[in-house]
């Protein structure tokens, strides 16, 4: 006998934000009306000031869901005691598949960054793991492995191939992903 899973339903919170999360990935944050919103959710506009003040309360709220899951993805399999090379190559690995499975949420992330959100978030259970993790790969002078070169060029060489990457539409096989991994690796470490 075969039970069939029952789908739990998201809670009135989650479902605005949800909601939001496709509103946005569809028409951007200048077309995303709370009226929308609330036809969408199934939320009525008071219940959506319940939970939150403003749209840029529920974008703020979105932000940090999806940033705490983008990490959580980012660090699965890290720890402290893993070599960098290690722990760059598993962080490659896990990133190209959280862009290929959630592109809704790199989406969102990419258009919040690029609106002048702020990105920072509050405290969370992963500030520890994410503090080992960072000062890892600081700057070589910094007391980590990387190249000594501004950041946004060490992220466009890594993070930034590795989005473009994972948005075409055809997936990297394994073997490739991991070669071109310890490739950039080798080109971005001190």
């Known amino acids: 006998m075969t039970h069939a899973k029952t ?19 569809e028409r951007g944050f200048h ?6 919103i609330a036809e969408r959710s199934g ?27 983008e990490l959580a993805r980012l660090l699965d399999g890290f720890s402290p005691e893993m070599s960098p090379r290690d722990s760059f190559l598993q962080s490659w690995s896990n990133f190209y598949w959280f862009y290929r ?5 790199m989406h ?23 503090a080992a ?10 007391g980590g492995v990387l190249q000594d070169w501004p ?6 060489m890594t993070v930034g191939l590795l989005a473009q990457l994972a948005s075409e539409p055809a997936e990297l096989e394994k073997g490739l992903l991991e070669e071109i991994g ?6 971005v470490r001190a």
């Open 7 to 25: 789908k739990v339903k998201p809670s009135k919170r989650d479902a605005i934000l949800n909601t939001m999360l496709d509103v946005v990935a």
């Open 31 to 36: 077309d995303a009306p709370m009226s929308l």
């Open 43 to 69: 939320a009525s506009t008071g219940v959506i000031y319940h939970y939150f003040k403003s749209k840029e309360e529920i974008i703020r709220a979105l932000y940090e869901r999806t940033r705490t899951l």
């Open 101 to 105: 499975e959630h592109g809704r949420e």
């Open 108 to 130: 969102f992330l990419e258009q919040y960054k690029s609106a002048g959100f702020p990105c920072e978030t509050g405290r969370t259970p992963l500030d520890d793991k994410i």
């Open 133 to 142: 993790f960072q000062q890892r790969f600081s700057g070589g002078s910094q």
């Open 151 to 156: 950041p946004r060029v060490l992220e466009q």
């Open 182 to 187: 310890r490739r950039v690796w080798e080109s």
